[in-house]
């Protein structure tokens, strides 16, 4: 380990100039009243991108308002330990996707994610399989109100009260009904009743009211494979261990593989469905590039051979997936980005305070009969509505990287932040910002909270049910909004140990805070891009498979410590700034083959 820090620290000094420079040309950065408080005018520039560089993403040379902006080269990505360089990578993409679609990309008036080089991804059938539709320019036909965290079964995630997360699967039920468990002699049995001490110690009754003896869950799930490509998908770790969900009499309860009831985190739930304030529901959608989806095809077909059991990172990969594709009368307008996928959360245009700070798009979303306010059904019908996009997670591909990086984008109206530290260009540091922001919030009323209780779920789809008002209650809750924030805003907070890339937590949050300024402060007066922030980004040293987060300073996971967005981790972030409490991105995404984006496996190839 000694030695890769050597290397690492080395490489940090000869890329010094690229990343660490001040802005040339005396260009400033404009803090406004709705991004002051996450973006610190006094914070210092250890992560900027210089004005001749940023002139370069533009196709046309130099910033226009809302201009085109060329992909990042991943096949030449510079593969270093260098946080910058994929802060500036993930910079750039984001500014590329959300760019105008040029006549390469088909045009139309859209933006490039919204162009025929973009392929949606369907919500899982009741197979759990998924189907990639061409793009239609102007409009998402795929729209989702289940937060989008998932764990690396696929299953929906659980924040405990430990502070760790873990997977939930539904009990199966019985022939009246009911959760069944298996006894002691490997029975299934309904379960009528359960009595817990306050030492979470349970006793399951069936039907007859008599103690089902040794009673544990099935967890089917542990019970079967993960779905493989060639390489197996790891065990998942204790840290994201799968628990049963049995509903009894109206209240769910979890359960462990010992048959013992475990708490989650007041006010957290599963399959948790989110609302803003002005009562929009939080619609999320997947997409990914065409580099994407020819290489998903080629890889189940057949069409790219040796079989790939990892995503494309050198010009060789990206030859095979050209030529395939070719082959099939496909050519890419970027082939360079290599493989992109987007997961976006959207809200109603109408819900925002003004929508000309929204990148917006048309959808079709289901219509609720809300005559109880407690259980919404959908009535069959859809409307089309004009969609304000809230989030956005930007992942892909990079030359040493098939583990992926994964960054987030949030608006700057989204939420409070959490308190954080940073460092400033005078004065005693670290700086702590403490708690708040500036409102109005589309998710939030105030800063205090309480914060991040989940009201309802999808769990039943596709009806919306509210959630029990307490662990002991059955009464639930009404279907509305409940107020979010970001606890560990650009992934830090100010009291847990950062990955072994930077010096303090503080810093870690000052290079994120840092390419935020240097990158909204080049952007043309009245780009819509610019109110849109990246809350931090992660990868791993040298393109491992992701370790254990980090333990006294051992792991590979590196870049943003605790990565989330408030839009689609709402409820899995954790209060706790203690850096084990929650983890990042590959708490879940757990490796460096195909398996660690969540869609490929279960995904049908296009032909």
Same mark, same amino acid.
């Given at each position: 380990m000694r030695g890769l820090f050597q290397d690492v620290n080395r490489a940090s000094l000869l890329l010094k100039g690229v990343c660490g420079g001040l802005l040339a040309g005396g260009a400033t950065v404009a803090i406004t009243s709705a991004n002051a408080q996450l973006l610190p005018a006094d914070a210092q520039a250890t992560c900027t991108v210089t004005a001749p560089v940023f002139s370069g993403w533009f196709a046309s040379g130099s910033p226009t308002p809302n201009g085109v902006v060329n992909p990042a080269n991943s096949v030449t990505f510079i593969n270093t330990a260098n946080n910058c360089i994929f802060y500036r990578w993930s910079e750039q993409m984001?500014?590329?996707?959300?760019?105008?679609?040029?006549?390469?990309?088909?045009?139309?008036?859209?933006?490039?994610?919204?162009?025929?080089?973009?392929?949606?991804?369907?919500?899982?059938?009741?197979?759990?399989?998924?189907?990639?539709?061409?793009?239609?320019?102007?409009?998402?036909?795929?729209?989702? +109100?289940?937060? *989008?965290?998932? =764990? %690396?079964? @696929?299953? #929906?995630?659980? &924040?405990?009260?430990? $502070?760790?997360?873990? !997977? +939930?699967?539904? *009990?199966?039920? =019985? %022939?009246? @009904?009911? #959760?069944?468990? &298996?006894?002691?002699? $490997?029975?299934?049995? !309904? +379960?009528?009743?359960?009595?817990?001490? %306050?030492?979470?110690?349970?006793?399951? &009754?069936?039907?007859? $009211?008599?103690?089902?003896a040794a009673a544990k869950p099935q967890i089917r799930t542990l019970m079967r494979p993960l779905a493989l490509t060639a390489a197996a998908r790891p065990v998942p770790p204790a840290d994201s261990a799968v628990l049963e969900k049995l509903t009894i009499q109206g209240k769910p309860i979890l359960v462990n593989s010992l048959g013992q009831v475990v708490k989650p985190e007041q006010g957290q739930a599963d399959g948790a469905v989110l609302m803003s304030e002005k009562g929009s529901l939080i619609y999320y959608a997947i997409t990914v590039n065409d580099v994407y989806a020819y290489f998903l095809t080629g890889t189940m077909d057949g069409g790219i051979t040796p079989k790939p059991t990892q995503f494309p990172t050198t010009a060789g990969n990206l030859s095979k997936i050209t030529t395939f594709a070719s082959a099939h009368g496909k050519t890419f307008p970027d082939p360079d980005a290599l493989a992109i996928e987007l997961k976006t959360s959207w809200v109603e245009a109408s819900s925002v305070p003004d929508v000309s700070k929204y990148i917006t798009m048309m959808a079709s979303i289901p219509v609720y009969d809300k005559s109880d306010p407690k259980h919404w059904k959908p009535t069959g019908a859809n409307t089309t509505v004009l969609l304000a996009m809230v989030g956005a997670h930007v992942v892909?591909?990079?030359?040493?990287?098939?583990?992926?990086?994964?960054?987030?984008?949030?608006?700057?109206?989204?939420?409070?932040?959490?308190?954080?530290?940073?460092?400033?260009?005078?004065?005693?540091?670290?700086?702590?910002?403490?708690?708040?922001?500036?409102?109005?919030?589309?998710?939030?009323?105030?800063?205090?909270?309480?914060?991040?209780?989940?009201?309802?779920?999808?769990?039943?789809?596709?009806?919306?049910?509210?959630?029990?008002?307490?662990?002991?209650?059955?009464?639930?809750?009404?279907?509305?909004?409940?107020?979010?924030?970001?606890?560990?805003?650009?992934?830090?907070?100010?009291?847990?140990?950062?990955?072994?890339?930077?010096?303090?937590?503080?810093?870690?949050?000052?290079?994120?805070?840092?390419?935020?300024?240097?990158?909204?402060?080049?952007?043309?007066?009245?780009?819509?891009?610019?109110?849109?922030?990246?809350?931090?980004?992660?990868?791993?040293?040298?393109?491992?498979?992701?370790?254990?987060?980090?333990?006294?300073?051992?792991?590979?996971?590196?870049?943003?410590?605790?990565?989330?967005?408030?839009?689609?981790?709402?409820?899995?972030?954790?209060?706790?700034?203690?850096?084990?409490?929650?983890?990042?991105?590959?708490?879940?995404?757990?490796?460096?083959?195909?398996?660690?984006?969540?869609?490929?496996?279960?995904?049908?190839?296009?032909?």
């Amino acid at each position: 380990m000694r030695g890769l820090f050597q290397d690492v620290n080395r490489a940090s000094l000869l890329l010094k100039g690229v990343c660490g420079g001040l802005l040339a040309g005396g260009a400033t950065v404009a803090i406004t009243s709705a991004n002051a408080q996450l973006l610190p005018a006094d914070a210092q520039a250890t992560c900027t991108v210089t004005a001749p560089v940023f002139s370069g993403w533009f196709a046309s040379g130099s910033p226009t308002p809302n201009g085109v902006v060329n992909p990042a080269n991943s096949v030449t990505f510079i593969n270093t330990a260098n946080n910058c360089i994929f802060y500036r990578w993930s910079e750039q993409m984001f500014l590329w996707a959300m760019s105008p679609a040029p006549p390469s990309y088909g045009g139309g008036g859209g933006r490039i994610f919204d162009s025929p080089a973009f392929y949606d991804v369907s919500p899982p059938d009741a197979g759990g399989e998924r189907t990639l539709i061409p793009h239609t320019p102007g409009f998402l036909h795929i729209m989702g +109100v289940r937060a *989008a965290q998932v =764990g %690396p079964h @696929g299953l #929906p995630l659980v &924040l405990l009260a430990s $502070g760790k997360l873990a !997977e +939930v699967e539904e *009990a199966p039920t =019985g %022939p009246t @009904g009911r #959760p069944e468990l &298996l006894n002691s002699a $490997g029975r299934a049995v !309904e +379960v009528d009743k359960v009595v817990v001490s %306050p030492a979470l110690k349970a006793t399951f &009754l069936d039907t007859a $009211g008599k103690p089902i003896a040794a009673a544990k869950p099935q967890i089917r799930t542990l019970m079967r494979p993960l779905a493989l490509t060639a390489a197996a998908r790891p065990v998942p770790p204790a840290d994201s261990a799968v628990l049963e969900k049995l509903t009894i009499q109206g209240k769910p309860i979890l359960v462990n593989s010992l048959g013992q009831v475990v708490k989650p985190e007041q006010g957290q739930a599963d399959g948790a469905v989110l609302m803003s304030e002005k009562g929009s529901l939080i619609y999320y959608a997947i997409t990914v590039n065409d580099v994407y989806a020819y290489f998903l095809t080629g890889t189940m077909d057949g069409g790219i051979t040796p079989k790939p059991t990892q995503f494309p990172t050198t010009a060789g990969n990206l030859s095979k997936i050209t030529t395939f594709a070719s082959a099939h009368g496909k050519t890419f307008p970027d082939p360079d980005a290599l493989a992109i996928e987007l997961k976006t959360s959207w809200v109603e245009a109408s819900s925002v305070p003004d929508v000309s700070k929204y990148i917006t798009m048309m959808a079709s979303i289901p219509v609720y009969d809300k005559s109880d306010p407690k259980h919404w059904k959908p009535t069959g019908a859809n409307t089309t509505v004009l969609l304000a996009m809230v989030g956005a997670h930007v992942v892909g591909s990079v030359n040493g990287h098939p583990e992926l990086v994964w960054a987030t984008f949030e608006h700057f109206g989204n939420v409070p932040n959490g308190a954080y530290q940073y460092n400033g260009t005078s004065g005693t540091n670290p700086k702590t910002v403490p708690q708040g922001g500036t409102s109005p919030w589309l998710f939030a009323k105030n800063t205090t909270g309480p914060f991040n209780t989940a009201l309802m779920n999808f769990d039943t789809p596709p009806d919306i049910v509210g959630n029990p008002i307490s662990s002991s209650s059955t009464t639930l809750h009404d279907i509305g909004p409940s107020d979010t924030i970001e606890w560990k805003i650009f992934g830090g907070g100010f009291d847990f140990k950062p990955n072994p890339l930077d010096a303090s937590t503080a810093a870690s949050n000052t290079e994120v805070i840092s390419v935020n300024k240097s990158v909204i402060g080049q952007l043309s007066a009245g780009d819509i891009r610019a109110n849109y922030f990246m809350a931090g980004a992660t990868w791993t040293i040298g393109g491992a498979a992701p370790s254990t987060p980090f333990k006294s300073g051992v792991g590979d996971e590196v870049g943003t410590s605790q990565l989330t967005n408030s839009t689609m981790e709402t409820y899995q972030q954790g209060s706790d700034h203690n850096w084990f409490a929650q983890g990042n991105c590959f708490l879940c995404h757990r490796n460096n083959t195909t398996g660690v984006s969540h869609i490929f496996d279960v995904t049908k190839p296009l032909f």
